[in-house]
């Protein structure tokens, strides 16, 4: 089973400040996911990866396959950025064939203050 | 917005109800799943659905019963719940492509307190 770990668990920075949040997991994957998750409950998917580095506005994800690591970049950060990141890994092979069962890390609460 | 929507969004319910959880979804999605997230965890999974069909039950206890009538909509039904499963109870979809990696949409979550 993959273990998926996150740091920090807690992070409190202010706005402005460029934001890391990483991930590593234990065994080999098909795509990793980073999710949002507001204290609402609702969760958005940020960004799906199996290789290299994406960016979407503020936000940029890599992903080091090799070393099985990922980290969540956040650029000029500011309090709406306020939320629970999750990172989910999808793992490889058959077992997974017609779903997309996801491992989940135990996120990281980002809090930005003005 | 989410494009799954899940009712009611807020549920109150005695040990001795029974009730049921909605998700519906309109993109064409055949994959479909049930999550339980306690506070300040992450989701865990507890069904997922394939072409209608039932995929996944991560051993999770009969008080629960998941149902996909269509390839549209998810139930979950619930009965003789205890306390402890007071939750956010978390619906997603996804297309399935078998070795293709999609994401999961999810919906905002039905939060449910056992009395």
């Known amino acids: 089973k993959n273990e998926v770990e996150q740091s920090p668990q807690n992070l409190t920075a202010q706005e402005g400040e460029f934001i890391t949040i990483n991930c590593s997991y234990s065994v080999g994957i098909s795509a990793l996911h980073w999710l949002q998750q507001h204290p609402g409950g609702g969760i958005v998917s940020l960004f799906m990866l199996s290789s290299g580095k994406k960016k979407h506005g503020r936000l940029i994800a890599t992903i080091n396959i090799q070393e099985k690591h990922s980290s969540l970049h956040i650029t000029a950060s500011h309090p709406r950025d306020s939320a629970v990141y999750i990172c989910?890994?999808?793992?490889?092979?058959?077992?997974?064939?017609?779903?997309?069962?996801?491992?989940f890390g135990t996120g990281t609460r980002l809090t930005i203050i003005p | 917005d989410t494009e799954v929507t899940q009712t009611p969004k807020h549920l109150v319910m005695g040990m001795t109800n029974k009730k049921s959880l909605k998700c519906e979804q309109h993109m064409g999605h055949r994959a479909m799943y049930w999550y339980k997230q306690k506070a300040k965890k992450p989701p865990e999974l507890m069904f997922v659905?394939?072409?209608?069909?039932?995929?996944i039950n991560e051993s999770v206890p009969s008080r629960f019963s998941p149902e996909c009538p269509n390839s549209s909509l998810l139930n979950l039904h619930l009965h003789a719940l205890q306390p402890e499963d007071s939750a956010l109870y978390l619906c997603?979809?996804?297309?399935?492509?078998?070795?293709?990696?999609?994401?999961?949409?999810f919906g905002d979550g039905t939060r449910l307190s056992i009395l």
């Open positions: 659905y394939s072409y209608e069909k039932l995929s």
């Open positions: 989910a890994v999808r793992e490889g092979g058959l077992s997974n064939f017609g779903n997309e069962k996801l491992t």
């Open positions: 997603a979809s996804s297309q399935t492509t078998g070795v293709l990696n999609q994401p999961q949409h």
